[in-house]
C-alpha cells in the first residue's frame, strides 16, 4: 500500500477482473505502540504515514476514473483519529488525516455522485491490535468500553457495507460513523 504503482495495479487488475469498480473500502493500516516521542523513530513515523494515509490516496486516485454515479468510497478511520491515542502518536494523525480526507473528498466527490464515508472503530479484535503487546496486555485489550469488550471484525462489517450500499446510503456522504462499545462522546 506504501508503493503508488501497486495501488495503480490492483486497481487495474481488479477492472480487469470484474469489468468495473464501484465500491473502494481503504483498509490498511499499520500501527506500533511506543511510550514516548522519543520513542517513535522517523522510519516508523514515514511507515506509518506511508502505509495508513498515502495508501489510500494512491488508492483512491487509481480508482476514481473507474467510479460512477452512485459509487462509493469507504475510508476506515479510528477513535484514535478523534480523541488521540497516548503510545500511538503517529497511528492517531494518520486517523486524523483519514478523518479530514474523508470529509475534503466527499465535498470534491459530491457532484459526480461519489459517495465518502469513514468507519471509525473504537477496539477490534484484529491481529493489528495485540500485535505488538505483552499477553497481559491483550487480555484486557477493550476493557475499558462500556461493554467491556473489544467489538468482533462482524459487528463492524455492516457499517461499511451500509456506506458501500446506494439504496441505504444514497444521502450520506463525508460522515464518520464511530463504533465504540457504548461510549457516547468522540472527540
Known amino acids: 500500500m506504501t508503493d503508488a504503482k501497486f495501488c495503480r495495479r490492483a486497481v487495474e487488475d481488479t477492472v480487469k477482473k470484474f469489468g468495473q469498480l464501484d465500491i473502494l473500502v481503504n483498509n490498511a493500516a499499520f500501527q506500533q505502540h511506543q511510550e514516548s516521542l522519543e520513542d517513535l523513530s522517523e522510519e516508523q513515523w514515514d511507515h506509518t504515514f506511508k502505509t495508513n494515509i498515502y495508501g489510500y490516496f494512491f488508492l483512491t486516485k487509481a480508482a476514481l476514473p473507474h467510479l460512477k454515479e452512485g459509487s462509493a468510497i469507504v475510508n476506515t478511520g479510528s477513535i484514535t483519529g478523534l480523541e488521540g491515542s497516548k503510545e500511538l502518536l503517529d497511528y492517531s494523525a494518520t ?62 462489517a455492516p457499517a461499511f457495507v451500509y456506506f458501500a450500499s446506494e439504496v441505504d446510503s444514497s444521502y450520506v456522504t463525508g460522515e464518520i460513523l464511530t463504533l465504540l462499545g457504548g461510549e457516547t462522546t468522540a472527540g
Open 95 to 156: 486517523k486524523g488525516a483519514i478523518h479530514a480526507f474523508t470529509k475534503s473528498l466527499a465535498q470534491n466527490l459530491v457532484e459526480r455522485g461519489v459517495r465518502v464515508n469513514c468507519v471509525a472503530p473504537g477496539p477490534v479484535w484484529t491481529p493489528l491490535n495485540p500485535a505488538d503487546k505483552k499477553p497481559d496486555e491483550v487480555a484486557k485489550f477493550g476493557a475499558d468500553t462500556p461493554m467491556k469488550r473489544p467489538a468482533q471484525p462482524e459487528e463492524i
